[in-house]
């Protein structure tokens, strides 16, 4: 089956092809981008999480339907 964590690595941009650097710099400087489906990955920028959105995107709907889930338990 499918393996979810519960978190993403947060020091990292989740694109794996990026240049760019890592997101904590972004953060800090507000330029960073956070996947707003799932609010698990992190990006260095905008278009980092554009490019890197087929391979995000069955995890995406993964970890959106896991937190869906919480909420209506909640």
Known sequence: GLALTS?????MCNNAGT???PSELGRILGRSCKCGRCF??????RECQHQH??????VCTALAAVRQAGMRQA
């Open 40 to 45: 698990v990955a992190h990006y260095c920028s």
């Open 53 to 58: 959105w087929k391979q995000h995107r069955p």
């Open 19 to 21: 240049v760019t650097g």
């Open 7 to 11: 978190f993403a690595v947060p020091v």
